[in-house]
C-alpha cells in the first residue's frame, strides 16, 4: 500500500501562484509514474499533470505553460507549482500514484490517491 499526502492548497487571488506537495509513503518502490488531477464542483475529476519516474511530463491544454509537475525521489514527495492562476482552477486538487511505468493520463490508471487539498482563485 501506498499513502499520499498532499499540503499546500489555499485561497489566492486572480494571477497568483500556489505550490502543492505530495508525499508518498509505504511502499513507494510499486509506483512509478504519479499524477495531480483535479474536480471541480458539478465536474468530472481531470488530470493537471502527470510525470514518470524519469520526469517525463504531460500537461492538458488548459494548464500547459502555467503549471509545472516535478518530483523529489529521494524524498518521495511530487510537487505541483502553479502559476497565473485563474479563478477556473478552483478544485479540489488530488495526488494520484500509478504502478504504471509509462506517462498515463486517466484516473483509472492509478492505484493511490491522497484525500485532496482546496485550491480556491478569486477573482
Known amino acids: 500500500q501506498v499513502q499520499l499526502v498532499e499540503s499546500g492548497g489555499g485561497v489566492v487571488q486572480t494571477g497568483g501562484s500556489l505550490r502543492l506537495s505530495c508525499r508518498a509513503s509505504g511502499e513507494t518502490s510499486s509506483v512509478y509514474t504519479m499524477g495531480w488531477f483535479r474536480q471541480a464542483p458539478g465536474k468530472g475529476r481531470e488530470i493537471v499533470g502527470a510525470?514518470?519516474?524519469?520526469?517525463?511530463?504531460f500537461y492538458p491544454e488548459s494548464v500547459k505553460g502555467r503549471f509545472t509537475i516535478s518530483r523529489d525521489n529521494a524524498q518521495n514527495t511530487v510537487y505541483l507549482q502553479m502559476y497565473r492562476l485563474k479563478p477556473e482552477d478552483t478544485a479540489v486538487y488530488y495526488c494520484?500514484?500509478?504502478?504504471?511505468?509509462?506517462?498515463?493520463?486517466?484516473?483509472?490508471?492509478?492505484?493511490?490517491w491522497g484525500q485532496g487539498t482546496q485550491v480556491t482563485v478569486s477573482s
Open positions: 510525470i514518470t519516474w524519469n520526469s517525463v511530463t
Open positions: 494520484a500514484a500509478s504502478r504504471f511505468r509509462d506517462l498515463r493520463v486517466i484516473e483509472t490508471n492509478y492505484d493511490y
